[in-house]
């Protein structure tokens, strides 16, 4: 009998917070990956920063994993500190837990940046991100990769 | 009335999947990354390749997005034509939806093959791998970068 009231409990809350926060569909990852690329080209080094959980994963090319956002903020710091290097994306696919709380995305990118003799070039790429929601309810960049 | 016995069906019906399947952890997909570099180690292009969902995406540098197996195999291919080739890894990090049906692996890799001139060269990587459970119950790659 109390492992039934108990599974009614838990029917109702899952009912209850349903109710309170829409679950996260494919076309939310797809939205907020959108708005990381708008905060990125209107706020450069602080918008990008500003999509990372705190404990993100980033990947520097010929060293090894960063974790935590005081690293990656060295990591990236030094793309953002070349005033003319920009960087935008588009996702073109998106996946989400059936529990609304962690997915993906896939999308193109073009960036511009100087190559190892300081010529300016602009290269296209290719990106797969995971995004995990916070505690807060915000969705967050946990890992980011591209090539 | 009719809702509330809705969500005591729900719960019941809950607690008995959970109960024929256990639920997928982070320790699952640190697993199932192992017994993915495993079996490419002993089977080769077929080992790996059978680790991958029929609609995954791949990232071949310089070229678009790939998705379903008949390109990924067309793109890996390649890598394990060379019969020196080999590839190996180890995941140092994962994490997993609630619902344990997507989740991804964070891990080191080492590269052996032939640098553009030919010469054999072995490299260092990292990579990021996503995870979906597969209708029968399978865990298989959804995507996988690596640099």
Do not use: H
Not at 13 to 21: P, Q
Not at 27 to 42: G, S, Y
């Amino acid at each position: 009998m109390r492992q039934w009231m108990l599974l009614t409990m838990l029917g109702w809350a899952a009912a209850l917070s349903a109710e309170n926060t829409p679950k996260a569909t494919k076309e939310t990852l797809m939205r907020r990956d959108d708005e990381f690329c708008a905060a990125t080209k209107e706020r450069r080094l602080e918008g990008w920063m500003s999509f990372f959980a705190d404990d993100a994963t980033g990947f520097p090319p010929g060293r090894d994993l960063v974790t935590g956002k005081a690293g990656l903020r060295q990591m990236y710091s030094k793309m953002f500190d070349d005033p003319e290097f920009t960087i935008t994306w588009k996702p073109v696919k998106a996946d989400i837990a059936a529990s609304g709380d962690i997915g993906y995305t896939i999308g193109v990118s073009e960036i511009n940046s100087k190559d190892k003799d300081g010529k300016r070039v602009t290269r296209k790429g290719k990106y797969l991100t995971v995004w995990k929601k916070q505690p807060d309810g915000s969705w967050k960049v946990a890992a980011d990769l591209g090539n």
